[in-house]
């Protein structure tokens, strides 16, 4: 079964940085794209950033400058680095990989990890 396990979140004061890894396993034939999305208390869950298999990156407008998407050689990790980090940063942080696996296309989610910016 695929499994996606993210790791670096934590406190950070504002202006801060960190860097979230999300590490993928299990069977999978291709990997289409992986991507960070965030969910804050009371709202809904939002894409932060995505990578494709051919290397393209889409952001969130409100984080360009700040939030840089990144993988290994071999997508067996996926990364985010968040500088000038702000309070309204603070979400939990999910890892997302669409796949092909016997000709078919599948997606499935890391359980997140939490940032939280504050002073």
């Known amino acids: 079964q695929v499994q996606l396990v993210e790791s670096g979140g934590g406190l950070v004061q504002p202006g801060g940085s960190l860097r979230l890894s999300c590490a993928a396993s299990?069977?999978?034939?291709?990997?289409?794209?992986m991507a960070w999305y965030r969910q804050a208390p009371g709202k809904e869950r939002e894409l932060v950033a995505r990578i494709t298999s051919g290397g393209g990156t889409a952001y969130s407008d409100s984080l360009k400058g700040r939030f840089t998407i990144s993988r290994d050689n071999a997508w067996n990790t996926v990364y985010l680095q968040m500088n000038s980090l702000k309070p309204e940063d603070t979400a939990v942080y999910y890892c997302?990989?669409?796949?092909?696996?016997?000709?078919?296309?599948?997606?499935?989610w890391g359980q997140g990890t939490q940032v939280t910016v504050s002073s």
């Open positions: 997302n990989v669409r796949y092909i696996r016997f000709s078919r296309q599948y997606e499935h």
């Open positions: 299990g069977s999978i034939s291709s990997i289409n794209a």
